[in-house]
């Protein structure tokens, strides 16, 4: 079983590039997200979904933007890179909210 | 407003001890409650989940929590620790409503098991 899938694993970006972190998931999840990991500081929710066409902002948006046309697929989108986009970004997928989510092995993303 | 705290940055512990990793939530009426772990380079993978019933919970690879409302607390045990035990370890909690609540996460726990 495939799970949650993340593309790319590595990425480095210049300041005020733009680029499309991928995430699908094949088990058939209404919820999915998008965090993102910093040292110390524990996972970020960054925007979720609670099924397709249906987004919103977590606790740290600004930056970012998702999509979700599909079950399967939730692309996160950074228009302007920054420093402070430097992280390692995780995309999650759960049935239900009383159940445990299901993560992919992260994007390194370095923003210079 | 929902929080999780996990109090300590790092446990060390000696192979064949035991094991507790503390959290401690607030939310705004009942909880779910979850354990995941995190290898290096790794995702995060979930461990075991309080939602509702017994107060003890256990989970994979020989790991529990107990459920404290009283103290609002759900610690991590575990009877003996492994040196393959050594990882990241976050709570996170969730409030039980009608409607759609996010998911917070502690600033996670490193655990280190020695030989």
């Known amino acids: 079983n495939a799970g949650v899938t993340q593309t790319p694993k590595f990425r480095i970006l210049k300041i005020g590039q733009s680029m499309t972190l991928q995430c699908t998931q094949d088990?058939?999840?209404?919820?999915m997200y998008w965090y993102r990991q910093d040292p110390g500081m524990g996972l970020k929710l960054i925007y979720y979904s609670v099924g397709a066409g249906i987004t919103d902002k977590g606790e740290v948006p600004n930056g970012y933007n998702v999509s979700r046309s599909t079950t399967e697929d939730f692309p996160l989108r950074l228009e302007l890179a920054a420093p402070s986009q430097t992280s390692v970004y995780f995309c999650?997928?759960?049935?239900?909210?009383?159940?445990?989510?299901?993560f992919g092995q992260g994007t390194r993303l370095t923003v210079v | 407003a929902q929080s999780v705290a996990q109090p300590e940055d790092q446990v060390n512990v000696a192979e064949g001890n035991p094991l507790t990793v503390k959290c401690t939530y607030s939310v705004s009426g009942n909880p779910y409650l979850f354990w995941y772990v995190q290898y290096p380079n790794r995702g995060l993978q979930f461990l075991l989940k309080y939602i509702t019933g017994d107060n003890l919970v256990k989970g994979s690879y020989g790991f529990e929590a107990e459920f404290n409302k009283s103290q609002t607390s759900f610690h991590l045990k575990k009877p003996s620790a492994l040196v393959s035990d050594s990882a990241l370890y976050f709570c996170?909690?969730?409030?039980?409503?009608?409607?759609?609540?996010?998911?917070?996460f502690g600033k996670g726990t490193m655990l280190l098991v020695s030989p």
């Open positions: 088990m058939n999840h209404n919820y």
């Open positions: 996170a909690v969730r409030v039980m409503n009608s409607g759609y609540s996010t998911l917070t």
């Open positions: 999650a997928s759960s049935y239900s909210q009383s159940t445990e989510a299901f």
